[in-house]
Structure formats: C-alpha cells, structure tokens
C-alpha cells in the first residue's frame, strides 16, 4: 500500500466516523497485500485493483462499526470468504471475539496464516470453522451462541436469515450486508425471521466514502430461541429462493 492508499484509507475510515490507530493501519495494510498476493494463486477476489479494495471491501466492512453492536461482542462471519466483513471488523475493534466461517478450507487455512503471521495478531480470533452453515448450526457449542452473527451476500435474505439465525443468542443481533436494490427478498423473508425467532427486519441504507455506491444493512434483533426444525438442509432452503443482492 502506497502513502497516498493508507492516507485515502485513513481518511475514508474517518468519514465514517472511526479513528483507526497506526497498528490498525499499519494491519490492514499487510491484509490488503498479502490478500492481492494470494490471489494471484486463488481465488480470493475479484476485485484486483488497490484502491478498489479498500473502497469496496475495507470501507464497506468497517461502515458496520457506527452501529456499535461490536466491542467485546462474540462475533461469527458466516461465509466469510476472503475474511470480510469479520477481519476488517476485528481489525479495527480488537476486543471482538472472532470465528470466521467458510465452507472451504484452503480460505480458512490462508486466513488462519494471515492472522497469525502476517497480521500478528493470533489471539481473539476464536476458530476457523469449515463446513456448511446449516450443519454446524445444529452443533451444541455453536448454536445460539454468537452474540452478532454477520454475513455479506452469501445468499438471498430468506437463505441467509435462516443460515445465521440459529447461531444467535436470544438478546443477540443477526447482521446482513446488502444490496439497496434488495427491497423484494427482504418482504420475502419477514414471516420466516419471525418462525426463526427475529423481530421484523430494520434496513439502513449507507454510503461508501469517496464512492456514489449505496450498500444496506438489515438488522434483526432475536427475541426467541430458533425452533429445532431449522435450518433445514441446504436444498429446502433454496427452494423458490431469489437470487442474493449484491
């Protein structure tokens, strides 16, 4: 990352409201070369370019923090991908306790390198966790047990609130990143969320620094235990499912 890149990162952060320290900076900067590095043998993103990166990936998942649902919080990534929004959120608020879920295991095993080497910091990053949602939420240790579950368009929001819903605590927060186009799958979602133990569904319309780009967050607060009959397998689920948006 140039001066020029960890300035606009600096600044772009402040616009929304964060006050990034120099070992936070000096992180996340180590993430986005070693993420542009490892990509040129997997496939990690498709966003190449350096200041597309923290544009898209580090602005859009660090815009979550405002809401301050995350200090001190268990915090699982469902699909976590290339580590976002989960690593950039534990970068940048570092008492999050952390567990990044992927169903494929060369991410985690790069992820789990990245935190412990590159980005030094092996400690508060709880699991690695691979497999599919819908089985690991039946697991004792893992059900209801994340006090904010987030993911970023793994799904469309039917799929995705019965994927992350069964890890939330009663009391806890389900968090969906979104496109601002995604008005038909939230309506279509609201009565599954209330059967999940959900209250209706709130959307934020938020906007990238230095961008004309508008992206949502849907927050559903659990207010009931999850029945056991969810979630079901991964093929009911996509059942007349729309496509995600995002």
């Known amino acids: 990352m140039t001066k020029e890149q ?14 990034p320290d120099e070992r936070a900076l000096e992180r996340l900067d180590r993430y986005l070369e070693a993420l542009l590095a490892q990509n040129q043998v997997m496939n990690l993103t498709a ?6 990166v923290i544009r898209l990936h580090f602005f859009d998942s660090a815009a979550l923090l405002p809401t301050r649902a995350f200090p001190h919080k268990r915090v699982l990534d469902v699909g976590t991908g290339a580590g976002f929004p989960g690593l950039v959120l534990k970068i940048l ?49 893992q059900r ?16 995705l609130a019965e994927l992350c819903l069964p890890f939330v605590k009663v009391g806890g927060l389900f968090l969906a990143m979104k496109s601002n186009k995604t008005d038909q799958e939230i309506d279509a979602a609201r009565d599954l969320i209330a059967k999940l ?17 508008f992206h949502r967050l849907v927050t559903v607060h659990k207010q009931a235990p999850t029945p056991e009959r969810y979630p079901r397998s991964w093929a009911k689920m996509k059942e007349g499912a729309a496509a995600p948006g995002r």
Not at 47 to 52: G, Q, V
Not at 127 to 140: D, I, K, N, P, W
Not at 144 to 159: L, Q
Not at 197 to 204: E, I, S
Request: charged share 25%.
């Open 144 to 159: 209801e047990g994340y006090d904010v579950v987030v993911s970023r368009a793994v799904a469309s929001m039917p799929v």
């Open 47 to 52: 966003i190449t370019d350096p200041w597309e």
């Open 6 to 19: 960890r300035d606009y990162l600096a600044q772009g952060l402040h616009q929304l409201g964060l006050n």
């Open 93 to 141: 608020e570092p008492t999050i306790s952390l567990t990044l879920l992927d169903s494929t295991k060369k991410r985690l095993d790069w992820l789990q390198r990245l935190c412990e080497e590159a980005l030094e910091m092996p400690q508060g990053v709880e699991a690695f966790c691979h497999g599919r949602g819908e089985v690991l939420a039946r697991e004792e240790e």
């Open 197 to 213: 133990g959900g209250q209706a569904p709130y959307v934020m319309d938020y906007k990238l620094p230095d961008t004309d780009i």
